[in-house]
T-cell receptor, first 112, second 110 residues
Framework: GENVEQHPSTLSVQEGDSAVIKCTYS??????FPWYKQELGKRPQLIIDIRSNVGEKKDQRIAVTLNKTAKHFSLHITETQPEDSAVYFCAGAWEYGNKLVFGAGTILRVKS | DARVTQTPRHKVTEMGQEVTMRCQPILGHNTVFWYRQTMMQGLELLAY????????DSGMPKDRFSAEMPDATLATLKIQPSEPRDSAVYFC????????FGPGTRLTVL
């Protein structure tokens, strides 16, 4: 079955700097990769996703890149702000509607 | 702005008691998921349904947990009997391929 590994487990950056979180997956058939942000005590929220027919997707300060050959994908946050502090989860899935396999999460702290 | 809703938001109970958690998925979403989140285990998938039919409940302790979808607007997760190790936040999510999470039920079993 699919396995998703996420690194780093914690990440501290200075406000205004960029943050990068990386995930690798095992099942080459996976074709859908979402990212979730979870603030303390809140629900995980879908912030961006990418499908395997796309190499990069951007939405304002966040972007996701996918390398199918290497089976890894990354979340990039530019110009980080204190409100970006949260736990970020990556996930992978094969086929529409199939179950997501989540990474273990990355605690991002943005220091002001 | 359509959202997944869950009740109750908090539940404190004593070991051995039955606990029922309810979820209303986003209207039109045919796939519904139940997750458990603890500090140690992250997000664990317990069960999921498509068009109300259970597809996978391999993540659920079968002897005490059960999940159902009585109709398209209601999913339930039941624990009987509850144990202290069941203390966690239980999330329901709906949608495919991107899943939208409810606010969760924080369960404490004393």
């Amino acid at each position: 079955g699919e396995n998703v590994e996420q690194h780093p487990s914690t990440l501290s950056v200075q406000e205004g700097d960029s943050a990068v979180i990386k995930c690798t997956y095992s099942d080459s058939a996976s074709n859908y990769f979402p990212w979730y942000k979870q603030e303390l005590g809140k629900r995980p929220q879908l912030i961006i996703d990418i499908r395997s027919n796309v190499g990069e997707k951007k939405d304002q300060r966040i972007a996701v890149t996918l390398n199918k050959t290497a089976k890894h994908f990354s979340l990039h946050i530019t110009e980080t702000q204190p409100e970006d502090s949260a736990v970020y989860f990556c996930a992978g899935a094969w086929e529409y509607g199939n179950k997501l396999v989540f990474g273990a999460g990355t605690i991002l702290r943005v220091k002001s | 702005d359509a959202r997944v809703t869950q009740t109750p938001r908090h539940k404190v109970t004593e070991m051995g008691q039955e606990v029922t958690m309810r979820c209303q998925p986003i209207l039109g979403h045919n796939t519904v998921f139940w997750y458990r989140q603890t500090m140690m285990q992250g997000l664990e998938l317990l069960a999921y349904f498509r068009n109300r039919a259970p597809l996978d409940d391999s993540g659920m302790p079968k002897d005490r947990f059960s999940a159902e979808m009585p109709d398209a607007t209601l999913a339930t997760l039941k624990i009987q009997p509850s144990e202290p190790r069941d203390s966690a936040v239980y999330f329901c999510a709906s949608g495919e391929p991107g899943q939208f999470f409810g606010p969760g039920t924080r369960l404490t079993v004393l």
